[in-house]
């Protein structure tokens, strides 16, 4: 009933005609092996842009075809695709079509921008995630679905708040002083990052519903991403969302619940291996011989043993209980927190997802609801996000197509602060707070105490402060295509990315004392509009030429603009509104715009299927630049040939074997809104005039970055399509790098942004699939990437180094961006347990000097990345289980490293220290107790000389996800009247291999970070494990 | 079907349309935080904005402010840390061979002559309707461009006569001269330094223009006014040895200011609070607005401050016994030194050990912070030092320390002590020593003690007398450091740094 009425409605909503003088073709999909119906094959009548899908039972129908021998095409995934020839007359023609298994790959197709592409045509570099890789997976954004499964596109978390950001870098660091992302488009609509909330990490596209998600594309390569001109540099990300398909409504819903908890823990030691840890550095500073009995200094009569520090650990208990305090009211014990679990504790989360689609011949719709709710682990983060998207493909009249893509949705998150040394961040806090100190007092009451005083103390931070933000979105493409021909057709759109944010922070009186609590509040606006019109050709002479192509002008502007303001003095925790403050503290307020005008247009030219050619350019002017520079040129030339046509390679294990060869430009316009422009910035004031001065001095030339890339490739299929998959091998330099070349400071300004300095990224990257066993219902299939890149800077202004001794920022020709310059760690000197180095020339040293004896050490690149998964399945039960790794990358822990191994501030110690050295004769790796990195004469700080003792391997291979499925028989669910019911369960992050020691091996400090080689109190990744059901009807 | 067929039409014509004239779609686009420079130059609002900049700048820049105020005395003898506290502490330190490379550093004072360049030569004459009023600011830009240069070249160059003072004999280079706004990027060329000669050659000609623009301008003290070109014209004469023209300076300060010499002992000891004083022997004071000019925001107050340094705050340098041994009993200006519990304005860290430097515990109020937000305005050149100019300069002119004695009396006098002693008048050495220590008494603490010292060739003393730089060590003139030898290959690091 609810069906007919859901029909009802959109038949009505669309109340367009359908002007039927012709054929139908119906008939039924089923698995050439198993006999059983195919549910959801695609059954595709290209000529004329028409299709559907099957039913439950494998039964599809396309009414109202104009008479004519057609070509349809039947897909299923992991079905070899079958083109049919069809001749439709005026009734009904039945063709039952059987599917076989197992080939899969080039058959697919590939949305490669502002068109779609059979993947046998393809010639540069694309890599596709489709739906079926990511069902199952329960994660909140985007960028995540795509770690580990697209080769060459390396994901790293930038915070485990949920919803929190990603570092997407394809194919590497390409830029040092603009931008990194790439360029992401979702059905059409650009993405903008401008504005995002201030108060807790966070992505624009958490607008997504990743269930909603049909297809994830990269394009990789220049050839490829040219199309894109001046914003693909970085690569360009194309999410699809489902689609509806014609035939009865489809109703899915799906519910799932779950724990979230910290992905690893790190080991701290407890108050009393405090106190003893302590009593040592004490006794041995103090010249105690640790192989000598002793008389007690304290009282100069008690004999002790050798190794014995029993009166130098009472005099630190005492000095702990008089420093920390005592949580029992007798005051004589100390504490013995577990800082770690106080601050991360387990969430839930739940997740609630339903939609309908259908739709008849000349209208399809898909329309999702979803809802998620996911707690994370420090304190009270979560993610929510309540999202209604519409998708609508309607035919308006013959040769007239209209679609609608609109995403509307609410997201919340409540953030902690995080990413930095601070005092009052709690992942900082988990290693700052030592385990005497303690959250509460006997009497329940705050503690005081804990190392920053009351006001930073953990639990006032969990209690008396509130950092939430809400984001609204919409995004919405509108799109009208005619057909005016049978070769020639128009397409216009018009796309909006909406976005309003709202950052609210409340701090009580109790964690804002001096000024008696304060509230905050930020309103962010984006506005993000295109539009595009586009003319395609496409043509077959003498049978054999297939010429096609594309001609287009974009439009797009990107404004945005926030509010920011503060008010302190509350009067009470009664209200958290403006109004209840007593000085208005802040408010600010600045917009800002770019524009980006743009001509395009590819020509694809394709001899008897067997030599492909493609020619791509993109002509684009940008607001951001300079006069002169404004405009920009980018062409690719692409040609692949597919060998596996050729006569000569008539192998009958070779399915399909394409070679392909690309070489383009794209660049990139992330620069600053007004970089080239001479400005006069309000600076300062005078007796409550405001004063204007020079900030910037015009740069009439300044232009893109530019990057040329060549890319040779080949795709192969073999023994059927049981084993498919890609190599590509890849140059890309980037060129023309922004860089502030400095001025003389007696001009009045410091530098001038001009194009300077090259990077250049190479690499290689397999992809390789294949279906190991298929037997009498089970199924084995295999995936697996892995991507080899390396990073090198070519040219820096006058061939300087650029903070040539900076041990993790230094920018040096010849050495890639993130090289770590330390000295070398040459261990504990086992006589004395002091530290040692070495200097340049390999002598021990107790006092080295970072400018002289530091050596290029590791790099924050991650060389190797990639994933591999497998699926099982039989019959209704699947199981699934996909690893993701990194190798290559190495790491500065700073706040780990300086807070958490000497007790200098009195912090956290790490069980690092357990392995202390004791006595004469011990060869460790950490040196005496010490009551401060100081402690040992003449010898350099032991906490804060960084060596190569002090970088962290941060390679690691992740069980990304894992996840059961068990759908009920047919026999069950026809009964009830379902067409479906699975139930599931599935992990996250379930298990790391890695040798980093502390939270999480995963480095990035931003989205934006290019050097990747230090992490300080970052957000840990977290681990989550969900079960949950999905009914269809 | 019609409207279909209105439709394909629409759309192909858009198509056409889109695909000619992109490029006017991309202007329009404008920052909200800036304006470009043609704005700014070309009205009247962009102008006084600029000009606001310009006096803006001076409260910005620490080098004219804490540097200026208190730098001279922690390098010299007026004032050691507080056991404990670190400002500062780098340029007490430094000594003749060791110590690192402390010094005064105004480099960055080139900010301030860019605005004055702009307003000078930048403005069209046409832009106010009363050509009077840009006349009035080209006259304060020029004042304020001497006195950024001379400020600059005393830390990085000797005076004129002294250029064979220290291990280079004849070194006269000074500092870049920029009298040119740089509105694109070729005006900003790499330039040497000028001598120290024609430093001063445009220094003073750019005073004697400013005289010229700004004569009878001396109602308003908070900004720019003929007595205060008078005074610094006095004191750039006087670093220069120009004797006759530095008196004759010091005395138009003197006739052209409107106020007097304060000759209570309230009034005295009261001068730098601007609540009770208000500075009125200020020939131009820099006025600071304590609520929206406090914090790093508003530019080189807050933390940063000459009160935080002294009375308030850090409590860094305090007065030296040494310092204070100089003066006798009932003299006036014994108000400026108050308990250093009393100043402190931060009720939750009281000072401790400030009687480690001196031997009552005792910190100079000229600057106290009693605006609030340890906020004081700031009095740039005062009027007693144009009796001490006249004094010296008069002296030295007439080659007779009875010369002198008249203004140094005047000063002497409204400060209630007694007259110059006579073994004062021996000579003109010991006359010049006395002078030194009249300035200290007068001008302790406010921005002379070093540069004194290095004009006259003197020694530099710790308090106790021990020897800290010799007035021949290499260590007298600041180094230029790599950072600006990179950028600009023309110019040539001072002797002993290379």
Same mark, same amino acid.
């Given at each position: 009933?609810?069906?007919?009425?859901?029909?009802?409605?959109?038949?009505?909503?669309?109340?367009?005609?359908?002007?039927?003088?012709?054929?139908?073709?119906?008939?039924?999909?089923?698995?050439?092996?198993?006999?059983?119906?195919?549910?959801?094959?695609?059954?595709?009548?290209?000529?004329?842009?028409?299709?559907?899908?099957?039913?439950?039972?494998?039964?599809?129908?396309?009414?109202?075809?104009?008479?004519?021998?057609?070509?349809?095409?039947?897909?299923?995934?992991?079905?070899?695709?079958?083109?049919?020839?069809?001749?439709?007359?005026?009734?009904?023609?039945?063709?039952?079509?059987?599917?076989?298994?197992?080939?899969?790959?080039?058959?697919?197709?590939?949305?490669?921008?502002?068109?779609?592409?059979?993947?046998?045509?393809?010639?540069?570099?694309?890599?596709?995630?489709?739906?079926?890789?990511?069902?199952?997976?329960?994660?909140?954004?985007?960028?995540?679905?795509?770690?580990?499964? /697209? $080769? !060459? %596109?390396? #994901?790293? *978390? &930038?915070?485990?708040?949920?919803? =929190?950001?990603?570092?997407?870098?394809? +194919?590497?660091?390409?830029?040092?002083?603009?931008?990194?992302?790439?360029?992401?488009?979702?059905?059409?609509?650009?993405?903008?990052?401008?504005?995002?909330?201030?108060?807790?990490?966070?992505?624009?596209?958490?607008?997504?519903?990743?269930?909603?998600?049909?297809?994830?594309?990269?394009?990789?390569?220049?050839?490829?991403?040219?199309?894109?001109?001046?914003?693909? /540099? $970085? !690569? %360009?990300? #194309?999410? *699809? &969302?489902?689609?509806?398909?014609? =035939?009865?409504?489809?109703?899915?819903? +799906?519910?799932?619940?779950?724990?979230?908890?910290?992905?690893?823990?790190?080991?701290?030691?407890?108050?009393?291996?405090?106190?003893?840890?302590?009593?040592?550095?004490?006794?041995?500073?103090?010249?105690?011989?640790?192989?000598?009995?002793?008389?007690?200094?304290?009282?100069?009569?008690?004999?002790?043993?050798?190794?014995?520090?029993?009166?130098?650990?009472?005099?630190?208990?005492?000095?702990?209980?008089?420093?920390?305090?005592?949580?029992?009211?007798?005051?004589?014990?100390?504490?013995?927190?577990?800082?770690?679990?106080?601050?991360?504790?387990?969430?839930?989360?739940?997740?609630?997802?339903?939609?309908?689609?259908?739709?008849?011949?000349?209208?399809?719709?898909?329309?999702?609801?979803?809802?998620?709710?996911?707690?994370?682990?420090?304190?009270?983060?979560?993610?929510?996000?309540?999202?209604?998207?519409?998708?609508?493909?309607?035919?308006?009249?013959?040769?007239?197509?209209?679609?609608?893509?609109?995403?509307?949705?609410?997201?919340?998150?409540?953030?902690?602060?995080?990413?930095?040394?601070?005092?009052?961040?709690?992942?900082?806090?988990?290693?700052?707070?030592?385990?005497?100190?303690?959250?509460?007092?006997?009497?329940?009451?705050?503690?005081?105490?804990?190392?920053?005083?009351?006001?930073?103390?953990?639990?006032?931070?969990?209690?008396?402060?509130?950092?939430?933000?809400?984001?609204?979105?919409?995004?919405?493409?509108?799109?009208?295509?005619?057909?005016?021909?049978?070769?020639?057709?128009?397409?216009?759109?018009?796309?909006?990315?909406?976005?309003?944010?709202?950052?609210?922070?409340?701090?009580?009186?109790?964690?804002?004392?001096?000024?008696?609590?304060?509230?905050?509040?930020?309103?962010?606006?984006?506005?993000?509009?295109?539009?595009?019109?586009?003319?395609?050709?496409?043509?077959?002479?003498?049978?054999?030429?297939?010429?096609?192509?594309?001609?287009?002008?974009?439009?797009?502007?990107?404004?945005?603009?926030?509010?920011?303001?503060?008010?302190?003095?509350?009067?009470?925790?009664?209200?958290?509104?403006?109004?209840?403050?007593?000085?208005?503290?802040?408010?600010?307020?600045?917009?800002?715009?770019?524009?980006?005008?743009?001509?395009?247009?590819?020509?694809?030219?394709?001899?008897?299927?067997?030599?492909?050619?493609?020619?791509?350019?993109?002509?684009?002017?940008?607001?951001?630049?300079?006069?002169?520079?404004?405009?920009?040129?980018?062409?690719?030339?692409?040609?692949?040939?597919?060998?596996?046509?050729?006569?000569?390679?008539?192998?009958?294990?070779?399915?399909?074997?394409?070679?392909?060869?690309?070489?383009?430009?794209?660049?990139?316009?992330?620069?600053?809104?007004?970089?080239?422009?001479?400005?006069?910035?309000?600076?300062?004031?005078?007796?409550?005039?405001?004063?204007?001065?020079?900030?910037?001095?015009?740069?009439?030339?300044?232009?893109?970055?530019?990057?040329?890339?060549?890319?040779?490739?080949?795709?192969?299929?073999?023994?059927?399509?049981?084993?498919?998959?890609?190599?590509?091998?890849?140059?890309?330099?980037?060129?023309?790098?922004?860089?502030?070349?400095?001025?003389?400071?007696?001009?009045?300004?410091?530098?001038?942004?001009?194009?300077?300095?090259?990077?250049?990224?190479?690499?290689?990257?397999?992809?390789?699939?294949?279906?190991?066993?298929?037997?009498?219902?089970?199924?084995?299939?295999?995936?697996?990437?892995?991507?080899?890149?390396?990073?090198?800077?070519?040219?820096?202004?006058?061939?300087?180094?650029?903070?040539?001794?900076?041990?993790?920022?230094?920018?040096?020709?010849?050495?890639?961006?993130?090289?770590?310059?330390?000295?070398?760690?040459?261990?504990?000197?086992?006589?004395?347990?002091?530290?040692?180095?070495?200097?340049?020339?390999?002598?021990?040293?107790?006092?080295?000097?970072?400018?002289?004896?530091?050596?290029?050490?590791?790099?924050?690149?991650?060389?190797?990345?990639?994933?591999?998964?497998?699926?099982?399945?039989?019959?209704?039960?699947?199981?699934?289980?996909?690893?993701?790794?990194?190798?290559?990358?190495?790491?500065?822990?700073?706040?780990?490293?300086?807070?958490?191994?000497?007790?200098?501030?009195?912090?956290?110690?790490?069980?690092?220290?357990?392995?202390?050295?004791?006595?004469?004769?011990?060869?460790?790796?950490?040196?005496?107790?010490?009551?401060?990195?100081?402690?040992?004469?003449?010898?350099?700080?032991?906490?804060?000389?960084?060596?190569?003792?002090?970088?962290?391997?941060?390679?690691?291979?992740?069980?990304?996800?894992?996840?059961?499925?068990?759908?009920?028989?047919?026999?069950?669910?026809?009964?009830?009247?379902?067409?479906?019911?699975?139930?599931?369960?599935?992990?996250?992050?379930?298990?790391?291999?890695?040798?980093?020691?502390?939270?999480?091996?995963?480095?990035?400090?931003?989205?934006?970070?290019?050097?990747?080689?230090?992490?300080?109190?970052?957000?840990?990744?977290?681990?989550?494990?969900?079960?949950?059901?999905?009914?269809?009807? | 079907?019609?409207?279909?067929?209105?439709?394909?039409?629409?759309?192909?014509?858009?198509?056409?349309?889109?695909?000619?004239?992109?490029?006017?779609?991309?202007?329009?686009?404008?920052?909200?935080?800036?304006?470009?420079?043609?704005?700014?130059?070309?009205?009247?609002?962009?102008?006084?904005?600029?000009?606001?900049?310009?006096?803006?700048?001076?409260?910005?820049?620490?080098?004219?402010?804490?540097?200026?105020?208190?730098?001279?005395?922690?390098?010299?003898?007026?004032?050691?840390?507080?056991?404990?506290?670190?400002?500062?502490?780098?340029?007490?330190?430094?000594?003749?061979?060791?110590?690192?490379?402390?010094?005064?550093?105004?480099?960055?004072?080139?900010?301030?002559?860019?605005?004055?360049?702009?307003?000078?030569?930048?403005?069209?004459?046409?832009?106010?309707?009363?050509?009077?009023?840009?006349?009035?600011?080209?006259?304060?830009?020029?004042?304020?461009?001497?006195?950024?240069?001379?400020?600059?070249?005393?830390?990085?160059?000797?005076?004129?006569?002294?250029?064979?003072?220290?291990?280079?004999?004849?070194?006269?280079?000074?500092?870049?001269?920029?009298?040119?706004?740089?509105?694109?990027?070729?005006?900003?060329?790499?330039?040497?330094?000028?001598?120290?000669?024609?430093?001063?050659?445009?220094?003073?000609?750019?005073?004697?223009?400013?005289?010229?623009?700004?004569?009878?301008?001396?109602?308003?003290?908070?900004?720019?006014?003929?007595?205060?070109?008078?005074?610094?014209?006095?004191?750039?004469?006087?670093?220069?040895?120009?004797?006759?023209?530095?008196?004759?300076?010091?005395?138009?300060?003197?006739?052209?200011?409107?106020?007097?010499?304060?000759?209570?002992?309230?009034?005295?000891?009261?001068?730098?609070?601007?609540?009770?004083?208000?500075?009125?022997?200020?020939?131009?004071?820099?006025?600071?607005?304590?609520?929206?000019?406090?914090?790093?925001?508003?530019?080189?107050?807050?933390?940063?401050?000459?009160?935080?340094?002294?009375?308030?705050?850090?409590?860094?340098?305090?007065?030296?016994?040494?310092?204070?041994?100089?003066?006798?009993?009932?003299?006036?200006?014994?108000?400026?030194?108050?308990?250093?519990?009393?100043?402190?304005?931060?009720?939750?860290?009281?000072?401790?050990?400030?009687?480690?430097?001196?031997?009552?515990?005792?910190?100079?109020?000229?600057?106290?912070?009693?605006?609030?937000?340890?906020?004081?305005?700031?009095?740039?050149?005062?009027?007693?030092?144009?009796?001490?100019?006249?004094?010296?300069?008069?002296?030295?002119?007439?080659?007779?320390?009875?010369?002198?004695?008249?203004?140094?009396?005047?000063?002497?006098?409204?400060?209630?002590?007694?007259?110059?002693?006579?073994?004062?008048?021996?000579?003109?050495?010991?006359?010049?020593?006395?002078?030194?220590?009249?300035?200290?008494?007068?001008?302790?603490?406010?921005?002379?003690?070093?540069?004194?010292?290095?004009?006259?060739?003197?020694?530099?003393?710790?308090?106790?007398?021990?020897?800290?730089?010799?007035?021949?060590?290499?260590?007298?003139?600041?180094?230029?450091?790599?950072?600006?030898?990179?950028?600009?290959?023309?110019?040539?690091?001072?002797?002993?740094?290379?």
């Amino acid at each position: 009933m609810f069906k007919k009425l859901l029909f009802t409605v959109f038949a009505l909503l669309l109340s367009a005609s359908a002007y039927a003088q012709s054929g139908t073709l119906t008939g039924q999909i089923t698995d050439a092996e198993t006999g059983e119906p195919l549910i959801g094959a695609t059954v595709y009548i290209e000529s004329v842009n028409r299709g559907t899908q099957s039913d439950v039972d494998g039964n599809y129908t396309i009414n109202d075809i104009d008479s004519g021998t057609y070509t349809v095409s039947y897909r299923y995934v992991g079905y070899v695709t079958v083109n049919e020839v069809v001749e439709i007359g005026s009734g009904t023609v039945t063709r039952n079509i059987e599917l076989s298994a197992d080939v899969v790959g080039l058959d697919e197709f590939v949305v490669s921008g502002y068109a779609v592409q059979q993947k046998r045509e393809v010639t540069g570099s694309i890599s596709t995630v489709s739906s079926q890789d990511l069902e199952n997976v329960s994660l909140q954004n985007t960028e995540s679905l795509l770690q580990g499964r /697209a $080769a !060459g %596109v390396n #994901i790293t *978390t &930038t915070s485990g708040n949920p919803g =929190g950001a990603f570092r997407v870098n394809i +194919r590497g660091n390409g830029s040092i002083n603009a931008a990194t992302e790439p360029l992401y488009i979702v059905d059409g609509v650009q993405i903008s990052f401008a504005q995002l909330s201030g108060q807790a990490s966070t992505s624009p596209l958490n607008t997504l519903n990743p269930s909603d998600i049909e297809s994830i594309e990269v394009l990789k390569d220049a050839a490829s991403a040219a199309i894109y001109g001046a914003q693909a /540099a $970085a !690569g %360009v990300v #194309i999410i *699809t &969302t489902k689609d509806g398909t014609a =035939g009865p409504t489809q109703i899915t819903a +799906r519910a799932e619940t779950g724990v979230r908890s910290l992905a690893n823990n790190v080991d701290y030691i407890s108050s009393d291996q405090y106190v003893e840890y302590m009593g040592e550095a004490f006794a041995l500073n103090f010249g105690i011989d640790p192989t000598q009995s002793y008389i007690s200094p304290f009282d100069g009569t008690t004999q002790l043993g050798a190794g014995d520090y029993t009166p130098f650990e009472n005099d630190y208990r005492n000095f702990f209980l008089s420093f920390f305090g005592s949580p029992v009211e007798a005051g004589d014990q100390l504490a013995n927190t577990n800082w770690q679990d106080f601050i991360f504790d387990e969430g839930v989360t739940q997740k609630y997802n339903v939609s309908a689609s259908g739709g008849n011949s000349s209208t399809t719709f898909r329309i999702s609801g979803g809802y998620e709710s996911t707690e994370g682990t420090a304190f009270d983060s979560d993610f929510t996000r309540l999202n209604l998207r519409t998708n609508i493909d309607h035919e308006l009249a013959q040769n007239w197509r209209t679609s609608v893509r609109l995403n509307i949705s609410r997201a919340g998150q409540t953030g902690v602060c995080q990413d930095g040394n601070f005092i009052n961040c709690p992942p900082s806090q988990a290693m700052f707070e030592a385990p005497m100190s303690f959250p509460y007092q006997f009497d329940g009451s705050y503690n005081p105490n804990t190392r920053f005083g009351l006001s930073n103390n953990p639990a006032v931070q969990a209690n008396e402060v509130d950092r939430t933000n809400t984001v609204t979105q919409i995004l919405s493409s509108v799109r009208l295509q005619y057909q005016a021909n049978d070769w020639l057709s128009f397409n216009g759109s018009l796309n909006v990315d909406y976005r309003n944010t709202q950052d609210q922070q409340y701090r009580s009186a109790i964690a804002a004392p001096a000024q008696d609590g304060w509230v905050s509040f930020a309103n962010r606006n984006v506005e993000n509009y295109q539009g595009n019109l586009i003319a395609n050709a496409s043509k077959t002479f003498d049978g054999v030429h297939a010429v096609s192509g594309f001609a287009g002008v974009e439009y797009r502007s990107d404004y945005s603009e926030s509010q920011l303001t503060r008010g302190d003095g509350l009067p009470g925790p009664f209200f958290t509104v403006l109004s209840a403050t007593s000085t208005p503290v802040t408010a600010a307020g600045i917009n800002s715009e770019w524009r980006q005008a743009s001509y395009f247009g590819n020509v694809d030219y394709v001899f008897d299927e067997k030599y492909i050619l493609k020619l791509v350019a993109r002509y684009d002017g940008n607001s951001r630049f300079g006069q002169e520079t404004r405009w920009g040129f980018f062409p690719s030339v692409s040609a692949g040939w597919r060998i596996s046509e050729e006569d000569f390679l008539d192998v009958e294990a070779i399915n399909e074997l394409k070679l392909r060869i690309g070489y383009g430009t794209t660049g990139n316009s992330a620069i600053g809104n007004f970089a080239a422009r001479g400005l006069y910035g309000a600076n300062g004031s005078y007796l409550g005039s405001t004063g204007l001065r020079p900030t910037q001095l015009a740069n009439a030339n300044l232009g893109w970055e530019e990057a040329r890339e060549i890319n040779i490739g080949l795709d192969y299929e073999l023994f059927d399509g049981r084993l498919y998959g890609a190599i590509d091998a890849y140059q890309k330099d980037t060129e023309q790098l922004l860089f502030g070349r400095p001025l003389p400071s007696d001009s009045g300004y410091d530098e001038i942004t001009e194009n300077i300095g090259a990077v250049r990224n190479t690499g290689i990257e397999f992809e390789v699939n294949s279906v190991n066993v298929v037997r009498s219902g089970f199924r084995w299939q295999s995936r697996f990437n892995v991507a080899f890149s390396d990073n090198e800077i070519l040219e820096l202004p006058d061939g300087n180094p650029i903070d040539e001794d900076d041990l993790f920022e230094s920018l040096i020709e010849g050495q890639p961006i993130g090289q770590i310059q330390v000295v070398r760690w040459a261990g504990v000197n086992p006589a004395d347990g002091r530290p040692m180095w070495y200097d340049a020339d390999g002598n021990i040293t107790y006092t080295p000097t970072n400018s002289v004896d530091a050596v290029n050490y590791k790099d924050g690149v991650a060389n190797i990345v990639g994933g591999f998964g497998n699926t099982f399945s039989y019959k209704g039960l699947s199981l699934d289980a996909f690893f993701q790794f990194s190798f290559g990358q190495w790491a500065f822990p700073n706040t780990d490293y300086y807070f958490t191994r000497t007790p200098d501030f009195l912090m956290n110690l790490t069980t690092e220290v357990l392995d202390r050295w004791r006595t004469p004769g011990d060869v460790t790796y950490y040196p005496r107790a010490m009551e401060a990195g100081t402690d040992f004469a003449e010898t350099a700080n032991y906490r804060t000389q960084l060596s190569t003792a002090s970088i962290y391997n941060a390679s690691y291979i992740r069980l990304k996800n894992i996840s059961l499925n068990y759908s009920l028989p047919d026999r069950f669910t026809q009964r009830v009247g379902l067409n479906n019911v699975t139930f599931f369960a599935s992990a996250t992050n379930l298990v790391t291999w890695t040798a980093w020691p502390f939270y999480d091996p995963e480095v990035a400090f931003s989205p934006n970070d290019i050097y990747n080689n230090l992490t300080a109190a970052s957000y840990p990744t977290e681990r989550q494990v969900n079960a949950g059901i999905e009914i269809q009807f | 079907m019609k409207k279909f067929k209105t439709l394909k039409y629409a759309l192909v014509a858009a198509l056409i349309i889109g695909f000619t004239g992109c490029d006017s779609m991309l202007d329009g686009v404008e920052p909200s935080t800036s304006v470009s420079s043609e704005v700014v130059l070309t009205s009247e609002d962009g102008v006084n904005a600029l000009r606001a900049s310009m006096y803006s700048k001076i409260r910005e820049n620490f080098s004219m402010t804490t540097e200026y105020f208190i730098g001279p005395s922690a390098f010299t003898d007026e004032t050691r840390n507080r056991p404990g506290s670190t400002r500062f502490q780098a340029l007490t330190q430094a000594t003749g061979t060791s110590g690192g490379t402390a010094h005064l550093d105004n480099w960055g004072l080139y900010e301030i002559i860019q605005d004055a360049n702009l307003i000078i030569g930048g403005v069209d004459a046409s832009v106010f309707e009363d050509p009077a009023t840009l006349d009035l600011y080209r006259g304060e830009a020029l004042a304020l461009r001497a006195f950024a240069m001379h400020n600059m070249v005393r830390v990085y160059g000797y005076e004129p006569g002294n250029f064979s003072q220290g291990p280079e004999a004849n070194w006269d280079a000074g500092v870049i001269v920029r009298t040119e706004p740089v509105i694109d990027l070729a005006d900003a060329d790499l330039r040497p330094r000028s001598s120290v000669g024609d430093v001063y050659t445009q220094i003073l000609n750019d005073l004697s223009t400013a005289k010229t623009l700004l004569s009878g301008v001396n109602s308003d003290n908070r900004f720019v006014t003929e007595a205060f070109v008078d005074g610094l014209t006095a004191r750039v004469n006087l670093y220069a040895g120009n004797w006759g023209p530095a008196a004759a300076a010091a005395q138009d300060a003197i006739d052209n200011f409107p106020g007097s010499l304060v000759s209570t002992a309230t009034g005295v000891a009261e001068m730098f609070d601007e609540n009770a004083g208000g500075h009125p022997e200020a020939l131009f004071k820099i006025v600071v607005n304590p609520d929206t000019e406090n914090s790093t925001g508003g530019g080189g107050f807050g933390n940063n401050g000459p009160a935080t340094y002294t009375a308030d705050g850090f409590l860094a340098q305090l007065p030296t016994q040494f310092l204070l041994d100089q003066y006798e009993a009932g003299d006036h200006r014994l108000g400026w030194y108050q308990d250093c519990t009393t100043t402190q304005s931060n009720p939750l860290t009281q000072p401790t050990n400030c009687d480690a430097v001196n031997t009552n515990g005792l910190v100079s109020v000229k600057f106290a912070g009693e605006k609030g937000n340890s906020v004081d305005d700031m009095p740039m050149i005062r009027l007693s030092e144009m009796y001490l100019i006249r004094a010296e300069a008069l002296a030295k002119d007439q080659n007779s320390p009875a010369a002198g004695v008249t203004d140094l009396e005047i000063l002497r006098t409204a400060r209630n002590v007694g007259a110059v002693p006579a073994s004062a008048l021996t000579d003109l050495d010991a006359f010049e020593d006395y002078i030194l220590d009249e300035r200290m008494r007068e001008l302790g603490v406010e921005g002379h003690r070093f540069y004194d010292l290095k004009r006259l060739q003197r020694d530099i003393r710790n308090p106790d007398g021990s020897l800290k730089m010799r007035a021949d060590s290499y260590r007298i003139l600041a180094d230029l450091g790599s950072g600006l030898l990179n950028v600009n290959d023309q110019l040539v690091e001072n002797p002993g740094y290379e």
